[in-house]
């Protein structure tokens, strides 16, 4: 009986280092595939020309709708505009809000927590009650309300998605200054008689950073989707090349004969989203974030 038992456990240990190994190996590929693809997009944000050499804004009404083939790799749109050339001309303005939009966030929002953490008392319940307030809206109904009001303009756009991830950098901030305020070192730094401005810029932020950094590429591709969103709506920009959004919007009346306008833009912004958060789970277990 100890035989078998002894040799059903060694089984099921091995089982479970060939699991692991498995899952290690899809991770890692994983991985590279999501560096990968990130990669393509930012080829494709910073010079178009090498991955498409069309250019997006010339119409050939003798090219439309025509379906993905030899000739037109992802079809074209109802103007004869390659899908494809549009996709990765449209891949800077995506990456161009979800950056900005999320740069601007985590700096107001970690500026926010930052400061009501640190000081607490009257000036942490204004900032809470501040934030309470805007978290009273969902992001994207919040990013919404205030590109309606500011205007379809990129810098519109990239405020109204960066205002609108604030409060979650602003809660993280906070909870992370409040946990490390309390640890030996900021308590010795004190007694030492370091400034505020030096005890906080040299032993809590640097201490509180780790969690935000991974926050903020996680939003990069919720401020995409975002954005995306808003085009869709017709709160984007309008230029000459649709971005992302945009060209979903386009495809829209033609989705039952011409998916191709549509389908290939959405399947663009689900694979970055995915990349990005994959990207962001491997940085948070770099830097040990719980």
């Known amino acids: 009986m100890a035989a078998v038992d002894a040799a059903a456990f060694t089984e099921v240990r091995g089982l479970r280092r060939q699991l692991r190994r498995t899952g290690v190996s899809v991770n890692s590929a994983l991985l590279y595939a ?14 178009p020309g ?13 090219r439309a709708l025509q ?21 990765v001309h449209g891949a800077r303005s995506a990456m161009v809000i979800g950056l900005l939009a999320t740069t601007f966030g985590m700096l107001v929002g970690s500026v926010l927590g930052l ?5 607490g ?37 990239i405020l109204a998605v960066g205002i609108a991830t604030v409060p979650g950098f602003a809660r993280v901030m906070r909870g992370q200054v409040l946990t ?13 008689g370091f400034s505020p401005a030096r ?62 306008i549509s389908t290939f833009p959405g399947i663009t912004l689900t694979l970055t989203v995915i990349a990005v958060s994959l990207l962001g789970d491997w940085l948070r277990d770099r830097l040990d974030v719980e």
């Open 34 to 47: 999501s560096l990968a693809w990130m990669a393509i997009v930012a080829l494709a944000a910073l010079i």
């Open 50 to 62: 090498v991955l498409a050499t069309d250019d997006p804004t010339v119409l050939d009404p003798a």
């Open 67 to 87: 379906p993905p083939g030899a000739g037109t790799l992802l079809g074209t749109e109802q103007y004869g505009r390659s899908v494809a050339t549009l996709l």
């Open 115 to 119: 400061i009501a953490g640190y000081l």
């Open 121 to 157: 008392g009257w000036v942490d319940m204004v900032i809470g009650r501040f934030i309470d307030m805007l978290m009273c809206f969902p992001g994207v109904l919040l990013a919404l309300i205030i590109a309606a009001a500011l205007g379809s303009t990129t810098t519109n756009l």
């Open 180 to 192: 490390v305020r309390g640890h030996l070192y900021v308590e010795a730094a004190r007694s030492n």
């Open 199 to 260: 005890t906080v810029f040299r032993h809590i932020l640097p201490n509180a950073l780790a969690p935000s950094v991974v926050m903020a590429t996680v939003s990069i591709g919720v401020a995409i989707v975002v954005a995306a969103s808003l085009s869709f709506l017709g709160l984007g920009p309008r230029t000459e090349v649709p971005d992302w959004g945009q060209l979903l919007s386009l495809g829209q009346p033609y989705l039952a004969n011409s998916w191709w």
